[in-house]
């Protein structure tokens, strides 16, 4: 497949597009700064995100896109807006002829075993808070405006950092996962080998899905 990953140099892009080209798929990575190549196999090309015609450009030809960015200010001093992101996919991707959208998401929107959402849930670390909030806001827009796209929506576990590719997980869908101590978390590495599973594979179009050890 040919993939083009915006975000390809975040600690979890530059996963994603390590798996992609350790599977043997081409991978375009999209950045401000087209500079910082995640990995020498990647072609690099300056993309604006929130630029109808710049991500129409970018992802022309591609078999699959996946959207990486964070909320969280880059090396530029400035975070995209997930809402602004989703909609500029929605309305580029079909323009370019591009039908298959994977989004790596926030666990925030996920439901604890109450049924209320983690973001909505007492305790909810404050500093996360605006982040998982806008994580939900733009899972909200695929949901409702992205009808013409085979959209995904990956939500990680409650805590994501770097390990082990052990190339195993448990999927959800809409609950958190959490292990038999009650722990919730998936490394970068497992959390990219279940982007490319996806996209290899579909299981979960038009909706989305949690994975977890």
Same mark, same amino acid.
């Given at each position: 497949m040919k993939i083009v990953v915006f975000g390809a140099t975040g600690n979890i892009g530059r996963r994603i597009a390590k798996e992609a080209l350790d599977r043997g798929h *081409?991978? %375009?990575g999209v950045a401000r700064n087209p500079a910082k190549a995640p990995d020498p196999r990647a072609r690099m090309v300056q993309g604006d995100a929130t630029d109808v015609d710049s991500v129409t450009a970018v992802v022309h030809g591609a078999d699959a896109v996946v959207n990486a960015l964070s909320p969280r200010p880059g090396s530029t001093g400035k975070a995209p807006s997930l809402v602004a992101v989703a909609r500029t996919l929605i309305s580029a991707l079909p323009k370019a002829g591009v039908k298959r959208l994977l989004v790596v998401g926030g666990a925030g929107s996920l439901q604890g075993p109450d049924g209320v959402q983690l973001v909505d849930a007492p305790g909810f670390p404050a500093? @996360?808070?605006?982040?998982?909030?806008?994580? +939900?806001?733009?899972?909200a827009v695929y949901? %409702?405006?992205?009808?013409?796209?085979?959209w995904t929506y990956l939500s990680p576990a409650a805590e994501i950092g770097p390990g082990e590719r052990t190339g195993r997980y448990r999927t959800g869908e809409d609950r958190l996962l959490?292990? *038999?101590?009650?722990?919730?978390?998936?490394?970068?590495?497992? @959390?990219? #080998? *279940? #982007?490319?599973?996806?996209?290899e594979k579909p299981r979960f179009v038009r909706? +989305?899905? %949690? #994975? *977890?050890y």
């Open positions: *081409a991978v %375009t500093a @996360y808070k605006p982040e998982a909030l806008a994580q +939900r806001d733009a899972l949901g %409702t405006e992205g009808g013409n796209l085979d959490v292990d *038999a101590k009650g722990k919730s978390f998936i490394s970068f590495e497992d @959390y990219a #080998v *279940a #982007v490319l599973d996806e996209l909706k +989305r899905f %949690t #994975v *977890a």
